[in-house]
């Protein structure tokens, strides 16, 4: 039950902080979802962060993790969001803005969970960088 718990209060602060960048980076004007697009890729960093500390030495304990990566970035990110706003994209014709979008998420996504982990490790390793 506590873990459960854990999950929600990290999945909700996620959640909240998602839809204040939202509202805030979103452009009505262009209908670019900037705020999704941070959110996701600030999300990857911070999961590979999290994760790269739980592995590295056991820095964080099961509780840690359930709080912090799947509650908080899997509140935080959100595939969903970003699977409608690539549809909408489709609807109208802006095949340009679909690709670009996509195809940028994913790139950046991935290099932010792999310098997310990286930072850990260079990091742990050399102490005298902080």
Known sequence: MKQLLLVFIGGGAGSVLRYIIGKTLNSSQTGIP???FAANILGSLLIGIILGLAVKNETLTQNHTLLL????????????????????????GDFTSFATYTIASFIFGFL????GIYLVNYLWTNPQAI
């Open 112 to 115: 932010a969970v792999f310098a």
């Open 34 to 36: 900037y705020g999704t």
């Open 69 to 92: 990566a799947t509650g908080f970035c899997g509140g935080f990110t959100t595939f969903s969001t970003f699977a409608y706003e690539n549809h909408v994209f489709l609807k109208s």
